[in-house]
């Protein structure tokens, strides 16, 4: 059969071996090449590249499970245009499915069958991760938050002072002494998460947050240990290193004894803590966990917090992180918000579950091997964004926004991005 | 029962057999346990898997690619009509000839948007780097089932013929991307269960 495997081969088909579960055998069983699911990806209306059609990439690992999981692809793979797994098409695997893929879900509901193609591509992500082929950018990330507890390697020090620095600032601005950035204290009934660039690059979205926090009464806190949202492994296909990162956060949320676990403002974050982190260390969690977007949500329904529109007037839009919105169904929480926070809210078209990603998705904000891929299809998001003619993008979240960022200097859109925390804490009337 | 008969039968049941294995691998593997805490209602979600979220109205896939939404429509429902022929020819029932006559015509429209798809498969450049060998031999097997079967109705004299067609047909089958009529209905399933789970789907459409 073809030449024959080197050990590194054996161990990915090994791993696809080990996942072929009735959804995956489904999925590589379903497609049947219509081509159709091309105009909802936007790699493909962006570079026009026919290896970029969803159902090419569902091909590439299809192809590999007919040449070794079916009879006729054994006897006469070009039949079925089964493949060898060679070098070559592991190149392409890498190249397509990391650099060209941001697993936003998109051409899921537009599939005339139905076939989860980004639940394939994840397959073949580990398997690649399986065989050290993950992109280094992207392995890097990993092994930042496994080796230091946060992706962006942010000592604790530097953490604490960061954050004793943004509670003295929060105190000022609210003329407030017992307006606080809790750490590390036990017993209270919120466990907050942050993304690690907000630390790193934009701490006063911590000091949104703190003061929503402050002015809701809430009782909270942040842990030193663990308050990375991230979890890139999900991303790099490696599901032991993902479960490490997941453990952390419920050790943490156990011992600090909270009941609620807040996921910051990020897209991959809430899905992978939420919804893949409990089959990662296969237990249901013991506490309840939500993101940010529902809590504002919950606050401003319940009252707990005054809001008046009128202190954000200026046109502003959303941009819909797919993890949230797409496998999240987080949809309406978001503009809800936006409805009682601001007077002048358009929508992009096209919004919420059809909503384009920003192009950052699938770790590929990580991976700096497809930056220039990366820009070039956010230029469909550009594009969205200008045709709004706002002055503010509003996104839930922080990777979304640090794409959004570059994408604006790129295009030259001539917007503010901004959490929907900050808008909040903006509004926010005492 | 003729000779033809038989062999059509015969090629049927080992199709069946066959996707029934395929079927039977994919309950065998099993769907791992999930342990988020649920949100949704699956059943509804099922549900909506099968209806609203295959309405044209909510697809790109058909809405943005009208002229080919509709031939596999027509291509779909020729082949399912003509498998309901079989079961008529195989009864021996005796129907009227403007029924037959009208059944040839809409056999010949489903044969016709099969070979536009299969035009369009040729002609345009990304599918055919799309496409394998698979994909011309089933859509001309299913095509031809459809033109065979319009003109068996019409000259009967080619039944036997048009018989052991199908029975190609359907020895085929398994072999290659038709048997997405079986996995199809599993396809549906799983995203419903998958976005039923949390939350997402059945989608209220405003």
């Known amino acids: 059969m073809g030449k024959k495997l080197t050990e590194k081969q054996k161990t990915g088909l090994g791993k696809l071996d080990n996942m072929l579960d009735a959804r995956l055998e489904t999925a590589l069983n379903s497609c049947v090449h219509c081509g159709l699911c091309g105009t909802s990806c936007q790699y493909f209306l962006a570079l026009g590249d026919a290896r970029f059609i969803p159902a090419h990439k569902v091909d590439l690992v299809a192809s590999i499970y007919r040449r070794y999981h079916t009879t006729v692809g054994k006897i006469a793979p070009k039949l079925t245009g089964a493949r060898d797994f060679n070098d070559e098409t592991i190149d392409?695997?890498?190249?397509?499915?990391?650099?060209?893929?941001?697993?936003?879900?998109?051409?899921?509901?537009?599939?005339?069958?139905?076939?989860?193609?980004?639940?394939?591509?994840?397959?073949?992500?580990?398997?690649?991760s399986e065989m050290d082929m993950v992109p280094k950018s992207l392995m890097s990330t990993v092994n930042a938050a496994l080796e230091t507890g946060n992706n962006m390697a942010i000592p604790t020090e530097e953490f604490v002072?960061?954050?004793?620095?943004?509670?003295?600032?929060?105190?000022?601005?609210?003329?407030?002494?017992?307006?606080?950035?809790?750490?590390?204290?036990?017993?209270?009934k919120i466990l907050y998460t942050l993304n690690p660039r907000e630390p790193k690059f934009f701490p006063l979205s911590i000091s949104a947050m703190a003061k929503v926090f402050h002015k809701a009464g809430e009782s909270w806190t942040l842990s030193t240990e663990m308050y990375d949202v991230t979890n890139y492994a999900y991303y790099s296909g490696n599901d032991e290193h993902a479960a490490i990162i997941t453990?952390?956060?419920?050790?943490?949320?156990?011992?600090?004894?909270?009941?609620?676990?807040?996921?910051?403002?990020?897209?991959?974050?809430?899905?992978?803590?939420?919804?893949e982190g409990p089959n990662w260390i296969k237990e249901e969690y013991p506490f309840r966990i939500i993101t940010t977007v529902e809590?504002?949500?919950?606050?401003?329904?319940?009252?707990?917090?005054?809001?008046?529109?009128?202190?954000?007037?200026?046109?502003?839009?959303?941009?819909?992180?797919?993890?949230?919105v797409r496998t999240g169904g987080i949809v309406d929480e978001q503009r809800y918000v936006l409805s009682k926070t601001t007077t002048n809210f358009r929508e992009m078209n096209p919004y919420g579950r059809e909503s384009f990603c920003c192009g950052g998705g699938g770790g590929n904000l990580a991976m700096s091997e497809y930056n220039e891929r990366r820009l070039a299809i956010g230029k469909l998001k550009a594009d969205q964004i200008k045709a709004t003619e706002t002055e503010v993008v509003v996104t839930p979240c922080h990777n979304c926004v640090d794409q959004l960022m570059g994408l604006n200097q790129e295009f030259k859109i001539g917007v503010e991005i901004r959490t929907l925390g900050e808008i909040v804490a903006d509004a926010i009337v005492d | 029962m003729l000779y033809f008969h038989w062999i059509?039968?015969?090629?049927?049941?080992?199709?069946?057999?066959?996707?029934?294995?395929?079927?039977?691998?994919?309950?065998?593997?099993?769907?791992?346990?999930?342990?988020?805490?649920?949100?949704?209602?699956?059943?509804?979600?099922?549900?909506?898997?099968?209806?609203?979220?295959?309405?044209?109205?909510?697809?790109?896939?058909?809405?943005?690619?009208?002229?080919?939404?509709?031939?596999?429509?027509?291509?779909?429902?020729?082949?399912?009509?003509?498998?309901?022929?079989?079961?008529?020819?195989?009864?021996?029932?005796?129907?009227?000839?403007?029924?037959?006559?009208?059944?040839?015509?809409?056999?010949?429209?489903?044969?016709?948007?099969?070979?536009?798809?299969?035009?369009k498969r040729i002609v345009a450049p990304k599918m055919r780097q799309l496409s394998n060998a698979d994909d011309f031999i089933s859509n001309l097997l299913v095509t031809g089932f459809q033109a065979f079967l319009g003109i068996a109705l019409l000259m009967p004299q080619y039944v036997p013929q048009m018989m052991i067609y199908t029975a190609i047909l359907f020895l085929y089958l398994p072999v290659g991307k038709l048997r997405h009529c079986a996995y199809f209905f599993a396809a549906r399933l799983h995203l419903g269960y998958f976005f039923g789970h949390r939350g997402v789907w059945p989608v209220k459409h405003g």
């Open chain 1, 161 to 188: 002072d960061t954050l004793s620095w943004l509670e003295e600032d929060l105190q000022m601005d609210l003329d407030d002494d017992n307006a606080k950035i809790p750490v590390n204290e036990p017993g209270k």
């Open chain 1, 295 to 324: 809590l504002l949500a919950e606050y401003i329904r319940d009252g707990k917090i005054k809001v008046d529109p009128e202190k954000n007037t200026m046109p502003l839009t959303l941009h819909d992180p797919c993890n949230l």
């Open chain 1, 92 to 128: 392409e695997m890498v190249d397509t499915l990391f650099g060209a893929c941001t697993m936003c879900g998109r051409c899921i509901a537009h599939c005339s069958i139905g076939v989860d193609i980004p639940h394939v591509v994840l397959a073949c992500r580990k398997m690649l």
């Open chain 1, 247 to 275: 453990q952390r956060l419920v050790d943490v949320a156990v011992k600090l004894g909270v009941d609620t676990v807040v996921l910051a403002e990020c897209g991959h974050g809430s899905r992978s803590h939420r919804w």
């Open chain 2, 8 to 119: 059509l039968l015969a090629a049927f049941l080992l199709c069946l057999l066959q996707l029934g294995v395929r079927v039977a691998k994919i309950f065998r593997a099993g769907a791992p346990k999930d342990y988020s805490a649920p949100i949704g209602d699956k059943k509804k979600a099922i549900g909506y898997s099968f209806t609203g979220a295959m309405s044209p109205k909510h697809k790109e896939s058909a809405y943005l690619h009208l002229p080919t939404y509709a031939a596999g429509i027509f291509y779909h429902m020729g082949t399912f009509f003509g498998l309901l022929w079989l079961i008529i020819l195989f009864t021996n029932l005796i129907l009227p000839a403007i029924v037959i006559q009208i059944s040839a015509i809409f056999l010949f429209v489903g044969a016709a948007a099969g070979l536009g798809i299969l035009i």
